[in-house]
């Protein structure tokens, strides 16, 4: 097996079957899509579903977010590559096709241009050789020996992207990559999505910035403050200078800049914006989702 598509579904009828559709007629014996209901109150559609494409595999789960559902479609997959796409997304009709072209490269990462449904202010042009810089697992495809042991962190119900890319070392390590140009993902901008709730502070996973103008290895209290908190948070370190390269592997490392959190840590910063209660401003929650 080639390539296993792995779709979380959570009671997106609508958009899953138009997705479904979309895919039905590019599989072939090179593929499998597996959906994994994660408990949701449409089982029944979910099943008759099945039935009507002999090509998908139906996982029944208890609820427990994107990222347990994922890591049940990685445990029940075969594929030598392993492509992840939300239930209430889209790709063409040629996604199949141009990713099983890639494959032979056996490339770590295969990434590819996205962009929004109905919104073109929300887009990503791949050049030829060039890099993803968003932190989305959907617009790549993984070869499963480099994701290897590596699980989604079931703990967080938002940023589980960016921490397991992080944690994977996808822009840290050396990493072999291919491209495909054309446009390959399509996202649905939702505005009662998980981003959007992550904003205004309605997920239990919260943004946690810390800011030290120095960061050197003798510093262990913040190392450790840094990887317990990481563990249920996104957290942000901003430093002009880090002599810990290990604390990227817990935490994104990045120069000082204007930046929005829920809480603020460490050294008084003043260019770190809070978050107010139960709403961030309309121009946060224009930015493009992880």
Not at 52 to 69: I, T
Not at 149 to 172: H, I, P, Y
Not at 208 to 216: A, D, K, L, P, S
Request: aromatic share 12%; hydrophobic share 35%.
């Amino acid at each position: 097996m080639k390539l296993s598509i792995i779709i979380p579904f959570y009671n997106t009828p609508t958009y899953t079957a138009e997705l479904l559709e979309i895919l039905d007629g590019q599989i072939t014996q090179d593929v499998e899509v597996i959906l994994v209901d994660d408990g949701s109150k449409m089982k029944k559609w979910a099943m008759e579903r099945a039935e009507q494409y002999p090509w998908l595999w139906v996982v029944m789960s208890e609820h427990g977010g994107p990222s347990k559902a994922r890591n049940i479609g990685i445990s029940k997959s075969i594929g030598e590559y392993i492509q992840f796409i939300d239930s209430d997304d889209m790709v063409p009709n040629y996604f199949v096709e141009k990713v099983l072209e890639r494959i032979p490269e056996g490339s770590d990462l295969i990434e590819y241009s996205w962009r929004s449904l109905g919104d073109n202010r929300f887009n990503y042009r791949l050049s030829p050789g060039g890099r993803l810089p968003n932190v989305s697992v959907c617009t790549r495809c993984f070869k499963r020996s480099f994701i290897g042991n590596m699980r989604f962190n079931e703990q967080k119900d938002a940023t589980e992207d960016e921490d397991f890319m992080r944690r994977l070392g996808v822009f840290r390590d050396p990493v072999k990559i291919s491209t495909i140009s054309d446009y390959m993902y399509y996202y649905r901008k939702m505005s009662d999505g998980t981003e959007s709730r992550f904003r205004k502070g309605e997920t239990k996973t919260k943004r946690i910035v810390y800011f030290f103008r120095e960061v050197t290895r003798d510093r262990k209290d913040i190392f450790s403050e840094l990887m317990a908190a990481s563990e249920t948070d996104q957290v942000i370190l901003m430093t002009f200078a880090n002599g810990f390269p290990e604390l990227e592997r817990y935490c994104q490392v990045i120069r000082p800049c204007n930046t929005w959190a829920h809480i603020q840590r460490g050294e008084p910063y003043s260019r770190v914006i809070l978050v107010p209660e139960k709403e961030a401003d309309g121009e946060r929650l224009s930015e493009k989702k992880d």
